[in-house]
């Protein structure tokens, strides 16, 4: 029979252009956030964090951007590179309790 | 420092078999967390601990398994009776604090159970 999984969102984007990855939180009291990348068959790696007093965050090549009003978080990856192909999840933060999104595909076309 | 560090990378196992995975955290993290990795219902939060004490372990899906600290650089998850629902990668991870602080995650156990 079929199978029920998450069906996680999928990007695709060129080599070179930027991408854009989206996530929308559950709790407006979350004052922490992570940006992790998910290699296949390897580990989730921290790639950029933003507390909740802040509405942009730059890191080398990655651009977080958070909406507290509509509670709203995204990624950009400028001059996206092959290495960029990944699952991308966003966590949120508050207090001791953090939930992990399910996650967005993004494949690089070279 | 090596990052967090688990074993075995791969298990297989049969129904009803014993599953023990371990994990070495970070010199120094005074957090160590359990999760599960599945197609069904992504990346799950089993249990975590502070200073080798299970603070939460809500997310641990029933009595079959548990989880132990004995001392800050060691850790296992242990399955028992193991069922092939519970086939699924499980990854360790240890952070400095809780809250606003990076978890670094291991490799992941893939474990299969047949």
């Known amino acids: 029979g079929e199978s029920v999984g998450l069906h996680l969102p999928t990007l695709s984007v060129q080599e070179g252009d930027n991408s854009i990855i989206n996530c929308a939180y559950s709790?407006?009291?979350?004052?922490?956030f992570i940006w992790y990348k998910q290699e296949s068959g390897k580990g989730p790696q921290f790639i950029i964090d933003?507390?909740?007093?802040?509405d942009k965050r730059q890191g080398q090549r990655v651009t977080v951007l958070l909406n507290k009003t509509v509670k709203h978080l995204s990624l950009q990856i400028a001059a996206t590179q092959p290495g960029d192909s990944a699952v991308y999840f966003c966590a949120e933060n508050t207090g001791n309790q953090f939930y992990f999104g399910t996650g967005t595909s993004l494949t690089v076309i070279p | 420092d090596a990052g967090v560090i688990q074993s075995p990378r791969h298990e297989v196992t049969e129904m009803g078999q014993e599953v023990t995975l371990r994990c070495k955290p970070i010199?120094?993290?005074?957090?160590l967390f359990w999760y599960r990795q599945t197609m069904m219902r992504g990346l799950e939060l089993l249990i975590y601990?502070?200073?080798?004490?299970?603070?939460?372990d809500s997310g641990m899906p029933e009595d079959r398994f548990s989880a132990k600290m004995p001392n800050a650089s060691f850790s296992t998850l242990k399955i028992q009776p193991s069922e092939p629902r519970d086939s699924a990668v499980y990854f360790c991870a240890s952070s400095l604090g809780i809250g606003a602080y990076e978890q670094y995650f291991g490799p992941g156990t893939r474990l299969t159970v047949t």
């Open positions: 933003i507390r909740s007093n802040m």
């Open positions: 010199s120094g993290h005074d957090y």
């Open positions: 601990f502070n200073n080798n004490v299970p603070i939460d």
């Open positions: 709790n407006s009291a979350s004052d922490y």
